[in-house]
């Protein structure tokens, strides 16, 4: 199984952007997709999981300004940033649960920055 992370920049405060995660080598639906981050000098946070095709979670420093999706034709998943601050600079890494193991992708930095 791997992951394949995209869609990460640089933008400036109050600006969007989405990122996709791919999925190869999954022959089943994915039980849990998400996005994590890890800023410098932090630990890794959950941003947002999506649990089958509807059950969402969101941390609270990014409800009501992302919002994560999920294609499973396509075994990809979104995660559709808007108002984007300062503080959400970071490394962005998507998660998935399938089979019961877990994968990671290899990262995508996001820096919102003037």
């Known amino acids: 199984v791997q992951l394949q992370a995209s869609g990460g920049g640089l933008v400036q405060p109050g600006g969007s952007l989405r990122l996709s995660c791919a999925a190869s080598?999954?022959?089943?639906?994915?039980?849990?997709m998400g996005w994590y981050r890890q800023a410098p000098g932090k630990q890794r946070e959950l941003v947002a999981r999506?649990?089958?095709?509807?059950?969402?979670n969101y941390a609270d420093s990014v409800k009501g300004r992302f919002t994560i999706s999920r294609d499973d034709a396509k075994k990809t998943v979104y995660l559709q940033m808007d108002s984007l601050k300062p503080e959400d600079t970071a490394v962005y890494y998507c998660n998935i649960l399938y089979i019961g193991e877990i994968y990671w992708g290899q990262g995508t930095q996001v820096t919102v920055s003037s």
């Open positions: 999506m649990i089958g095709s509807g059950s969402t």
């Open positions: 080598g999954t022959y089943f639906t994915i039980n849990v």
